[in-house]
């Protein structure tokens, strides 16, 4: 870590010290959250260090070009209520939705995770149900999530997918990206039309 470097990283660490612990670290392109308590879940302003590098690693590997690591953004760990913990029994599985937005217009909404997304890990026996179960919204959570994808998507214009999560203090966009860039899930209408935007 070259001087620059070393100044910064006490700069962030003095952040998310004052930020207090635990916190959610990611790039802007990336939170690495497969390696949850490496990665994205700091629990330690003093070794921030290692998650800093634990995520521009994935970086540069994710990728044929890697992806950019220029953008660094740390936020309040919001409470949840995890449906069950996966990857190694670390990261909480939380109810999770992706609206799919084109310019405060409401296209598709998904949940965010699939059953492939574990089926290569050891959990419990009936994660599958559970995760089915949680998966459902009823009127109120829908139109709730719609509303803040629309607000998000509009606010910046374009097609997007929005993530929403559901936490102790209601639902929170956590996360954005060009709608042609985003995983969605085969077999909606809405891939053939995000495709061409």
């Not at 590098?53 to 409470?79: H, Q, T």
Request: hydrophobic share 40%; glycine share 6%; aromatic share 12%.
């Amino acid at each position: 870590v070259g001087r620059h470097g070393r100044a910064w990283l006490d700069a962030l660490q003095a952040k998310v010290a004052a930020f207090g612990t635990p916190a959610f670290l990611r790039t802007g392109q990336t939170s690495h959250k497969h390696d949850w308590k490496d990665s994205c879940y700091v629990t330690d302003a003093e070794k921030i260090e290692s998650h800093v590098f634990n995520l521009i690693e994935f970086s540069e590997c994710a990728d044929f070009m890697g992806l950019p690591w220029n953008v660094w953004a740390i936020r309040e760990l919001l409470p949840v209520k995890p449906l069950f913990h996966a990857f190694h029994g670390e990261m909480p599985i939380v109810r999770e939705f992706r609206v799919f937005a084109d310019s405060g217009k409401p296209l598709c909404t998904h949940p965010y995770w699939t059953h492939n997304s574990f089926e290569k890990y050891t959990i419990h026996a009936d994660w599958r149900d559970i995760l089915d179960k949680g998966n459902i919204l009823d009127q109120d959570e829908s139109d709730a999530i719609l509303d803040l994808a629309c607000r998000a998507s509009d606010a910046v214009g374009g097609a997007w997918s929005v993530d929403v999560l559901d936490t102790d203090f209601g639902f929170f966009v956590t996360d954005m990206a060009l709608a042609p860039n985003s995983y969605h899930w085969p077999g909606c209408p809405n891939n053939k039309l995000l495709e061409a935007t």
